[in-house]
């Protein structure tokens, strides 16, 4: 992967105003695939069953997601986000989503997201369609 686009969407990333809140960090990037990881905070991330809110393990994946599709200098954004959750994690446990570029073609690319706690439960899992315009993305 080039170490220009690589360093770009790392700095997009801890500029990002969606990731700054909910703290995620991203912290591999490679040529389509990158994990991203981010603490369970209950009093911030609480749904009314008193669990995980659908919306932040899914910002979780979006998020892992979004840096994997760009990865090779050009924009990528979303088609289809299909989501299974599997299991709400623990308080303070490290969250961890892992995107992995399973298909391309020349229009769009598919990808496999799973979300894990640091002890290795599974918490939830993905499949996404991204729609690649061919255009370069504009924070090189």
């Known amino acids: 992967m080039d170490q220009t686009v690589k360093d770009a969407i790392y700095r997009a990333v801890e500029k990002e105003p969606f990731a700054r ?4 960090k991203l912290v ?3 040529l389509g695939y990158s994990a991203v990881e981010m603490i369970y905070n209950p009093q911030a991330m609480d749904n009314i069953y008193s669990m995980a809110h659908g919306g932040v393990i899914f910002g979780l994946i979006d998020e892992a997601f979004e840096a ?7 924009v990528a954004v979303a088609l ?20 992995r ?11 496999d997201i799973r979300v894990t706690d640091k002890d290795g439960q599974l918490i939830a899992t993905c ?5 690649r315009t ?6 090189l």
């Open 21 to 24: 809140v909910l703290k995620m």
């Open 28 to 30: 591999e990037l490679e």
């Open 68 to 74: 994997a599709g760009q990865t090779e200098g050009t």
């Open 80 to 99: 289809n986000v299909s989501v299974t959750y599997v299991s709400s994690p623990k308080p303070g446990k490290c969250l961890r989503a892992e995107a």
């Open 101 to 111: 570029q399973v298909s391309r073609t020349r229009k769009t690319a598919g990808f």
């Open 127 to 131: 499949q996404a369609l991204a729609y």
């Open 134 to 139: 061919g255009k370069p993305i504009p924070f």
